[in-house]
């Protein structure tokens, strides 16, 4: 099970931190990823890290903006989001896969809200 929290509504320029819990597997053994999905449109690939948390990947769009991180002793992963912009205002989805982080990831959270304003 994957739990998103920390999305909300914030300013451009702001942060956010989001935190996606995961729960009933070993976490150690998931790579883990967040995507979000801006209204509408599809949904869309944002930051990824190994399953050891050494290797990490970003949508060009968030490179230098976004950093992904995980606790593997907290079963937990992030996303620290600074120099926010409208553009950025999506539903963000935690994702997890022992193989690869996509669209066919097998596990999925449900979802938190970002709201950017200008």
């Known amino acids: 099970q994957l739990v998103e929290s920390g999305g909300g509504l914030v300013q451009a320029g702001g942060s956010l931190r989001l935190s996606c819990a995961f729960s009933g597997r070993t976490f150690g053994s998931f790579h883990m990823g967040w995507f979000r999905q801006p209204p509408g449109k599809e949904r869309e690939f944002v930051a990824s890290?190994?399953?050891?948390?050494?290797?990490?990947y970003y949508a060009d769009s968030v490179k230098g903006r976004f950093t992904i991180s995980r606790d593997n002793h907290k079963n937990t992963v992030y996303l620290q989001m600074n120099s926010l912009k409208p553009e950025d205002t999506a539903v963000y989805y935690c994702?997890?896969?022992?193989?690869?982080?996509?669209?066919?990831?097998?596990?999925w959270g449900q979802g938190t809200l970002v709201t950017v304003s200008s």
């Open positions: 890290i190994n399953y050891a948390g050494v290797r990490t």
């Open positions: 994702a997890a896969d022992v193989y690869n982080i996509d669209r066919h990831s097998d596990y």
